[in-house]
């Protein structure tokens, strides 16, 4: 049986989601992953099995001030993957100032940073330590063409790529051992119940507009 590992682009399937939201006129944020990944592993080569799940996003309080609650939101998310056995690892945005070239004005543009790294430094990880026989990277973000191409030079494990809705690419497509296209019809198949109990009991519940 292959142990498969699952790392997860939070932000590149966020935008994902919010584009299928628009185009099936529904929510669909409050993704169960546990049940998605778990639905791939046929789509998977050999027989496999999951052996870990790591999702890596960043939380946005510089959006607080013009969407109040977004990070209380995202933090009830958290909450949701970690009961059911997601592991959580979360990065920050820097504020960078941009000029733009036709009015010269200055203006801040906030920047998800780490997150690209922090799955390049879990793909040589697992890498160094053998502990799984398969990844899955889920990401459409080509900056992870490096890190799985190197990854798969030093490494006898596969490395494949799951696409989100609507973020294929040839870049990605060359690097992996093998690619799924992820839809806004699986991100539907596989929603958290309204009500999702924490591992201490605790309720946690669907944010309103998820």
């Known amino acids: ?30 993704l169960d992953l ?6 791939l592993v ?32 995202h933090l009830r998310y958290l909450d949701a993957l970690q009961a059911t056995g997601v592991e959580t ?19 801040d543009r906030w920047e998800e940073k780490q997150t690209d790294v922090g799955i390049a430094v879990r793909l040589m990880k697992l890498a160094a330590a053998g502990t799984c026989d398969r990844v899955l990277v889920v990401s459409g973000d080509t900056d992870l063409v490096p890190a799985i191409s190197e990854a798969r030079s030093t490494w006898t494990a596969r490395i494949g790529v799951a696409f989100p809705a609507r973020r294929a690419n040839a870049q990605l497509r060359a690097v992996a051992d093998w690619t799924i296209n992820l839809d806004a019809g699986t991100y539907a198949r596989h929603q958290f119940p309204s009500v ?15």
Request: hydrophobic residues 40%; glycine residues 8%; positive net charge.
């Open 1 to 30: 049986m292959n142990r498969v590992v699952y790392l997860v682009d939070g932000f590149n399937l966020y935008h994902s989601l919010r584009e299928a939201e628009r185009a099936r006129g529904r929510a669909l944020r409050w």
């Open 89 to 107: 690892i979360l990065s920050q945005f820097k504020r960078r100032q941009v000029r733009c070239p036709y009015c010269g004005r200055v203006r």
């Open 42 to 73: 046929h789509a998977l080569p050999g027989r496999c099995e999951v052996a870990g799940i790591v999702y890596f996003s960043a939380l946005a309080r510089h959006m607080e001030a013009s969407r109040p609650g977004t990070v209380a939101r």
């Open 196 to 210: 999702v109990t924490g591992k201490d009991g605790a309720v946690i519940r669907r944010p309103n507009g998820w």
């Open 34 to 39: 546990t049940a998605l990944c778990s639905s």
